[in-house]
C-alpha cells in the first residue's frame, strides 16, 4: 500500500504563493501517475493538475493554467505544487493522489490518495 503525505499548506495573502509537497512512503512505480486535487468548503473535489511519472507530461485544469506548476523530484519519491498568483477561491484543502494506471489522469479514480493538506488565502 502506498501512502501520500501532503505538506506546506497554510494562510497566504491574496497574490503570494505556496509550494505543497507530497511524499510517498515506497518507492514509486516510474509508471505512476500522480496528481492533485482539491475541495473548497461546500463544493465537490475537482482536478487540479496531474503528472506522468515517467515522461514528465503535465495535466492542468482550466481554472489553475499559469499560476500552478506541477513537478516531481525522482529520488525522493516526491511531487510538488507551486502555487502563484493565489486567489481567494484557491482556498481549499489539496489532495495528493496516485495511480498505476496512467489512464486516471484528469479523473477521480485514482487508487491512494493523501490525507490533505489546506489552503487558505486571505484579502
Known amino acids: 500500500q502506498v501512502r501520500l503525505v501532503e505538506s506546506g499548506g497554510g494562510l497566504v495573502q491574496a497574490g503570494g504563493s505556496l509550494r505543497l509537497s507530497c511524499a510517498a512512503s515506497?518507492?514509486?512505480?516510474?509508471?505512476?501517475?500522480m496528481g492533485w486535487f482539491r475541495q473548497a468548503p461546500g463544493k465537490e473535489r475537482e482536478f487540479v493538475t496531474a503528472?506522468?511519472?515517467?515522461?514528465?507530461?503535465?495535466y492542468y485544469s482550466d481554472s489553475v493554467k499559469g499560476r500552478f506548476t506541477i513537478s516531481r523530484d525522482n529520488a525522493k519519491n516526491t511531487v510538488y505544487l507551486q502555487i502563484n498568483s493565489l486567489k481567494r477561491e484557491d482556498t481549499a484543502v489539496y489532495y495528493c493522489?496516485?495511480?498505476?494506471?496512467?489512464?486516471?489522469?484528469?479523473?477521480?479514480?485514482?487508487?491512494?490518495w493523501g490525507q490533505g493538506t489546506q489552503v487558505t488565502v486571505s484579502s
Open positions: 515506497r518507492p514509486t512505480s516510474s509508471n505512476y501517475v
Open positions: 493522489a496516485a495511480d498505476l494506471d496512467l489512464g486516471v489522469l484528469k479523473t477521480g479514480r485514482y487508487d491512494y
Open positions: 503528472i506522468n511519472w515517467s515522461g514528465g507530461r503535465t
